[in-house]
């Protein structure tokens, strides 16, 4: 192997920015976290993340590490090459159109790279965790909502316009229900965390459930209702894995987020379901797996794609 590098990796969300010392073989040296004041004013922000990029720089000094670059994962669509978001994202109030990379890269005097938080997610597991060595590699993130990442022949997949690879929002019943997103009956209406949550609470009004590790609980129990939302969750993901596969026919489909955390078990009936779901010829090299690096992916994946893009991969 070359000679290990250095990056800063950052994960921009909602609620905190999450950031770290990250080498080129994958290791997080060291890794920090502050909230992110998400109401502010765009240069507010960027002042703070540019205030974590040089104590991150500070530290990786104070252990005789350089940093060549900085990568970093926002939500919303960002163009790569410009480091520009691409519109707003929720959650942001005034996160828009924000010239992420020059306004950084002023601040800071390295090179900074910007791209959606899910690509980058993707990136991370691509590199260092479950995609390693595949070509051909679609992420799902089962959170809050659903989220993606797709990698085309090595190669991150973003559209013509960077807002591609939206796999939460592909409609599973025409007939369904209204989405946030102007769409009908997309996979994350069903197939979230929240929607989980919620079929729950609709079979028991009278639950205290909090989140879906409760409700794998319960579903080791055998508990009915528990029983009855996890394998609706699996017919509700297999449908979708199903379709990314018949259409990206890849080597992986890696799932990933707080739902994930149920177990091997769960993603493997999900890819037992699906492969009987999807098209022979798509399912024949495929392997349906679990994400390995877990909420470290995002600064992982931001971290080698800057360096990738700056040659010290
Ligand atoms: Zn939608």
Redesign the pocket.
Request: charged share 20%; aromatic share 0%; proline share 0%.
């Given at each position: 192997m070359d000679k290990e590098t250095f990056a800063v990796g950052v994960d921009l969300g909602g609620t905190a920015i999450k950031y770290g010392i990250c080498s080129s073989s994958g290791i997080i040296v060291e890794e920090f976290k502050r909230p992110t004041r998400a109401d502010q004013p765009v240069e507010a922000i960027l002042d703070d993340i540019a205030e974590a990029i040089s104590s991150a720089i500070k530290a990786a000094q104070g252990e005789q590490l350089t940093v060549r670059a900085v990568g970093m994962g926002t939500p919303g669509a960002v163009n790569v090459e410009t480091g520009q978001l691409m519109g707003n994202t929720p959650n942001f109030k005034h996160w828009k159109d924000v010239y992420i990379k020059r306004s950084l890269e002023a601040r800071v005097n390295l090179p900074v790279w910007a791209d959606n938080d899910a690509n980058m997610m993707a990136y991370g597991e691509l590199k260092y965790g479950a995609g390693k060595g595949a070509a051909n590699v679609v992420c799902v993130t089962l959170g809050t909502g659903i989220g993606g990442g797709i990698i085309v022949d090595h190669r991150l997949f973003r559209g013509s316009r960077y807002a591609g690879s939206e796999i939460?929002?592909m409609s599973i019943d025409y007939n369904g229900r209204q989405?946030?997103?102007?769409?009908i009956g997309?996979w994350?209406?069903y197939g979230s965390a929240s929607a989980m949550i919620e079929h729950y609470r609709r079979l028991k009004p009278e639950s205290f459930i909090a989140s879906t590790i409760d409700i794998f609980n319960a579903y080791d129990r055998k508990e009915a209702a528990a029983v009855a939302v996890v394998e609706e969750e699996i017919r509700i993901c297999a449908v979708g894995v199903a379709n990314l596969i018949n259409i990206f026919n890849p080597e992986k489909v890696i799932i990933g987020g707080g739902v994930s955390e149920a177990g091997d078990w769960f993603v493997a009936r999900i890819e037992a379901a699906a492969i009987n779901l999807a098209m022979k010829a798509a399912t024949r090299e495929v392997t349906v797996m679990r994400a390995r690096l877990g909420n470290k992916a995002g600064l992982l994946g931001a971290a080698a794609f800057a360096l990738d893009q700056e040659g010290h991969a």
């Open positions: 939460g929002h989405c946030r997103c102007g769409g997309c994350e209406i």
